[in-house]
């Protein structure tokens, strides 16, 4: 049954804005995106957002709602009270370029700072050979749509814009720890995901997990054994003694 829900959206730059009120009719099965458009189509033509498949798989309409990083295509409407306000808007920790669109580029030069797989010499591309198992452990992580949520929420730059620079995030990380676990990657990651790119300043507060729209365990199965790598070069007297006695160039 169609009724007319009270929506309170951010407008303007990084420079300064306002939230702004709106009357909408919202129909059955429609989810905030739905909403967002029929904004731009009746009231506010110029309303920035971006979007792209409306399938909860691109990662594009990343915002916030109601103070919660969601994708605007995967937050229903049913989920909200028809008396209850619903405020939109952009993601807090990145720069806001208009309305609900922010500049992820931070994001995209963390990636460039990550070395890619590094197979070993003279394996060719059809001679990959990988365990079962080791294949399911690093599929988890290549579900992510680079929605960016995780790297949204986390407070370690969500709260403290002076540590981006040393900090990739638990998008990145996940990504270092992907390439770590992997039986065919000769590259040693711990020192840069330490030394480099701050798995250090983790934490470990599960708040990038609780925003994954693809339910990775971010937290469980990326950032803490990585953190037991890391621990286990630097401090364990086992694996020292052993990196002496059998060093070798990787």
């Given at each position: 049954m169609a009724y007319d829900a009270h929506f309170r959206v951010w407008r303007g730059t990084d420079e300064?804005?306002?939230?702004?009120?709106?009357?909408?009719?919202?129909?059955?099965?429609?989810?905030?995106?739905?909403?967002?458009?029929?904004?731009?189509?009746?009231?506010?033509?110029?309303l920035?957002?971006?979007w792209n498949c409306k399938a909860g798989k691109c990662g594009s309409c990343s915002a916030?709602?109601?103070?919660?990083?969601?994708?605007?295509?995967?937050t229903r409407m049913s989920t909200f009270t028809?008396?209850?306000?619903?405020?939109?808007?952009?993601m807090r920790t990145f720069p806001i370029i208009k309305d609900l669109v922010t500049d992820v580029s931070f994001n995209y030069q963390k990636a460039r700072e990550i070395p890619s797989f590094t197979p070993p010499a003279g394996l060719a591309p059809g001679d990959y050979r990988m365990q079962q198992v080791d294949v399911e452990r690093s599929q988890e992580f290549r579900k992510c749509i680079e929605c960016f949520l995780c790297q949204n929420t986390c407070h370690v730059v969500r709260d403290h814009e002076e540590n981006k620079a040393a900090f990739a995030g638990p998008r990145y990380l996940m990504r270092i720890a992907e390439l770590e676990m992997h039986p065919l990657d000769t590259a040693d990651?711990?020192?840069?995901?330490?030394?480099?790119?701050?798995?250090?300043?983790?934490?470990?507060?599960?708040?990038?997990?609780?925003?994954?729209?693809?339910?990775?365990k971010i937290t469980d199965n990326a950032l803490?054994?990585?953190?037991?790598?890391?621990a286990d070069k630097k401090y364990d007297p086992v694996v020292w003694l052993g990196n002496k006695l059998f060093r070798r160039d990787r």
């Open positions: 300064g804005g306002a939230l702004e009120d709106f009357t909408v009719p919202v129909h059955e099965g429609e989810v905030v995106l739905d909403i967002i458009h029929r904004l731009q189509a009746t009231q506010a033509p110029d920035a957002v971006r916030e709602v109601n103070g919660r990083p969601r994708l605007l295509c995967m028809e008396a209850e306000i619903v405020t939109v808007t952009p990651r711990r020192e840069q995901a330490q030394n480099e790119e701050g798995l250090g300043y983790c934490n470990i507060t599960k708040c990038c997990t609780e925003v994954c729209p693809e339910h990775i803490i054994p990585l953190k037991e790598r890391v």
